[in-house]
Structures are given as structure tokens and as C-alpha cells.
């Protein structure tokens, strides 16, 4: 099985909701960027938690065939971006993100949030 855009969004999304991800935003950046289509941003309650969500969005889309185009602040875990072509997802630590406020890149954009699942 394998994955093309729009259904590469929604497994991502599923897969990091799964490894309770936080305070999960999309936006849609069609026709307004040229790096992406989907940006999306999450959190881990800590840097190991970050870490994990990133491991379990890589091996639930490794499974179906996608591998991250490129993948950055694994180490650290504060910032972590993975880079799926049709989407751009950021894990943050949540003090990371409040500082660098994605969010305001986007204004405008037509955005999804979910709940988080206690």
C-alpha cells in the first residue's frame, strides 16, 4: 500500500494523534507555498515525548512505504521537523513553540485542529 498526498496527511495525522501528540494544527498551504502543501504542528509534552512521536509517525509511514524526505532536530528533540514533500510536520516542545509562534506564518490560511484525547 502507499500513500499520496492528501492520504499522507491524514496517516501522519493519525499516526502522531495516536502517540499523543498535543495541541495538533493543520493548515493548508496549497497555491501559497512552494515547499509544501500541509503544514503541520504538534507537540510532546517533553523532549523524549517529542522524539517518540517522530519514531512512531516514521514507522507508521514507513510501513505503508513513505520515508521522510528529511528530518531534522531528532537529537534535541525540542524541534523536530519532518519533511514528507506534500507536508511539513513540527513537533515542538511546548516552550519552543510559543517562541517561535508558526502559527502567525499561516494567518489566513485555511486551518483544522482536533481535540487532544486524554
Given at each position: 500500500m502507499t500513500l499520496e498526498g492528501e492520504d499522507w496527511v491524514a496517516k501522519i495525522i493519525e499516526v502522531a494523534r495516536n502517540a499523543k501528540a498535543h495541541n495538533m494544527v493543520q493548515f493548508d498551504v496549497r497555491g501559497k507555498s512552494v515547499l509544501t502543501d500541509y503544514v503541520l504542528i504538534c507537540e510532546g509534552r517533553s523532549q523524549a515525548h517529542g522524539?517518540?512521536?517522530?519514531?512512531?509517525?516514521?514507522?507508521?509511514?514507513?510501513?505503508?512505504?513513505?520515508?521522510?524526505?528529511?528530518?531534522?532536530?531528532?537529537?534535541?528533540?525540542?524541534?523536530?521537523?519532518?519533511?514528507?514533500?506534500?507536508?511539513?510536520?513540527?513537533?515542538?516542545?511546548?516552550e519552543i513553540r510559543s517562541y517561535y509562534d508558526l502559527e502567525k506564518l499561516h494567518v489566513g490560511c485555511p486551518m483544522t485542529t482536533w481535540e487532544d484525547e486524554e
Open positions: 522524539r517518540g512521536v517522530c519514531e512512531r509517525v516514521r514507522e507508521g509511514l514507513k510501513d505503508v512505504g513513505v520515508r521522510p524526505e528529511g528530518l531534522e532536530g531528532e537529537r534535541e528533540g525540542n524541534w523536530i521537523l519532518m519533511d514528507y514533500g506534500a507536508a511539513l510536520l513540527h513537533i515542538f516542545h511546548p
